[in-house]
């Protein structure tokens, strides 16, 4: 994993503790101090998810069931992956950065994701998910992954943009066999339970929003955002931090689910 970035000067950092479904969570957070898009906030909120896999992690282990993912095996990077309009947005400036070669093979792929995705029916709901029936998300998931389509970052079965990789690949772990994970209509899986950070985190720009609804899918993340700009305001990057863990405090019942203190 790669360490993370070292504070800037303009950087402010705070030691989050918080209980999840019964397990102590301890991250440091650093975020810059000033007005930021709230893709400057998303490394903070993934070291948070860091943690809590980790956590869940540590426990299944203990629990005598270890997780079964190892690098090499992308069974998983060819199911229906959502992502936030901030992941989408990162993800397109991460592409952008990349070396011209490089950044030419991965738009190639996404490209090819797209068409596929076309000719298979699904481009549209994926594109925009709130048209879609409201009980037909597993319907969907299946009919995705029988297009058996590699993320566009998938290279020799790995991951090629680990350490950047969206909250919700942090959060899919098994302790089943992984070959399992390569006929989920036909085998069983044990997946990791895992509090979904990455589905509060869709409402980063929308906290009262619906989290069914808003994402996409992360194989048309580019074509995403070439129809959706980025018209995100301006905050001090503690304030998406707070709107964030303001929502995690808001579970679906309206009951606290964290007990949560910040210091510096
Ligand atoms: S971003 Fe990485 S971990 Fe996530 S689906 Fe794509 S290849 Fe897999």
């Not at 301890?26 to 998303?42: F, I, N, S």
């Not at 060819?78 to 070669?101: G, N």
């Not at 879609?132 to 790995?158: H, I, K, M, N, V």
Request: charged share 20%; aromatic share 4%; with cysteine.
């Amino acid at each position: 994993m790669r360490p993370p970035r070292p504070p800037a000067p303009t950087d402010v950092s705070a030691t989050l503790r918080i209980e999840l479904q019964g397990r102590k969570i301890e991250a440091r957070l650093t975020v810059p101090a000033g007005p930021v898009k709230p893709q400057a906030a998303l490394p903070a909120i993934q070291s948070l998810v860091n943690a809590v896999v980790d956590s869940a992690e540590r426990a299944t282990a203990a629990a005598g069931k270890p997780v079964s993912c190892r690098k090499g095996c992308g069974a998983c990077c060819r199911q229906l992956v959502p992502v936030s309009d901030v992941e989408a947005h990162a993800l397109r400036a991460l592409v952008d950065a990349m070396p011209a070669e490089r950044k030419a093979r991965v738009e190639a792929r996404f490209s090819a994701a797209a068409e596929t995705l076309q000719a298979a029916g699904l481009k549209e709901f994926l594109l925009n998910p709130r048209r879609l029936p409201t009980d037909d998300s597993q319907g969907l998931g299946f009919r995705y992954f029988e297009q058996r389509l590699d993320c566009p970052f998938l290279e020799d079965e790995a991951c090629s943009i680990h350490p950047d990789r969206p909250l919700v690949c942090r959060e899919y772990l098994v302790t089943s066999p992984a070959a399992n994970c390569s006929a989920i209509e036909a085998a069983e899986l044990a997946p990791v339970e895992i509090p979904k950070l990455s589905a509060l985190a869709r409402t980063m720009t929308d906290p009262g929003g619906d989290v069914a609804a808003r994402w996409t899918a992360l194989a048309l993340a580019l074509p995403w955002v070439a129809a959706n700009p980025d018209s995100a305001a301006l905050k001090p990057g503690p304030a998406w931090i707070n709107a964030f863990l303001d929502r995690l405090n808001r579970n679906a019942t309206g009951q606290p689910v964290a007990g949560s203190a910040a210091t510096g």
